[in-house]
């Protein structure tokens, strides 16, 4: 079956924050239209022609705000050239509160934008200062009202674990994200990534992340959000479908530099450099850079470890049907190496607890 997913990777930012390492740069003269062509071009060849019936696309970076509206014109224009979206399709779109304008929202109203996802990170002007972000808490909240006001479901992406960031702060974001109409709520724990300015930053500066974490599992759940990933939270009925297209292993097509693709069993990601990408794609060529083609055995383990990030698990009919017995032994049995207040096991499949939840990466790392 064809894939129904599309993401659609936008590589600039107008400022990097200070503990950025995604695929993203502040574009320079001339950028913006070298990408949007590049990505036409890309459409072009990756389908040839095909219209592919989109169930879910998602446009992220990046900030997608920081195209022009004109931009925003020629990008739907170009999806729109290319796919068909089924009648309830979700599109979701990226924004940051410093560069979301009246017309971008206008634009995504008249086409076919459902939620909107905004870059709050924090409540806390001094939060917001330190991280670089180029907006402040009065920003954020504008923005979310303003999409609100057009209609879409509004999400916010928060961190955790700032630098001398206090329980109590953390509290008084989490809860002002709670009160402000948002259906959906998205948690990253900060890490110091090679390469970004925070890299060499002293770890013990940082705020205790499980605390925070923890926190959140009790108070967001009491403000009718509920979890149902392991970063991710929402008012029940407003997940977010894109997302849980790729943890159950659905087959999905990411275009844009560095962005990943997975179709037929094989996963690929595109060059990460806006140039090599739009190179390759003056020469006819997919710019893709690397690819790798899942072997079963991996397939199960990627496929357990993606379910498991989900709060409903891995269904055990499902995978064995999928990848057959012995591969679900072995994720039982790796599961089995941790306490039983972690995971729940029976016969529909296997789940981690909220507690589980708080140290899913110890146990990925275990069955991968
Ligand atoms: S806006 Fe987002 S993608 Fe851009 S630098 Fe900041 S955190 Fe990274």
Sequence with gaps: MPPKSLYIHVPFCERKCAYCAFASAVP???????????????????????????????????????????????????????????????????????SLTAEHLKIWRDWRVTRVSIGVQSFDDAELKL???????????????????????????????????????????????AHRGLSHISLYQLTLEEGTPWASLDEKLLGDGYAAYRWAQWYLPRRGYAQYEVANFAVPGRESRHNANYWREGEYIGAGPAAVSY????????????????????????????????????SAREAAVLALRMTEGVFAENFIKRYGEKNYRSVCSAMQKFPRALYEIDNRGIRLTKKGMRVANIIWSEII
């Design 28 to 98: 320079k003269k001339g950028e913006r239209g070298l990408y949007l062509e590049a990505l036409a071009k890309e459409f072009d060849i990756r389908l040839r022609g095909t219209r592919l019936k989109l169930e879910t696309c998602y446009v992220g970076g990046g900030t997608p705000t920081a195209l022009s509206p004109a931009q925003w014109n020629s990008l739907v224009a170009t999806v729109e050239k290319h796919f068909d979206f089924a009648p309830a399709a979700e599109v979701t779109v990226e924004a940051n509160p410093n």
């Design 131 to 177: 991280m670089g972000r180029l907006h402040d808490a009065d920003g954020a909240r504008r923005a979310i009202a303003a999409a609100l006001s057009c209609g879409f479901d509004v999400g916010a992406d928060l961190i955790f674990g700032l630098p001398r960031q206090t329980f109590r702060g953390w509290g008084l974001t989490l809860h002002e994200a």
């Design 263 to 298: 179709t037929a069993g094989l996963r690929s990601k595109n060059y990460g450099s806006l140039a090599r990408y739009a190179k390759s794609l003056e020469e006819g060529a997919l710019p893709i850079e690397e690819s790798e083609e899942l072997t079963a055995e991996k």
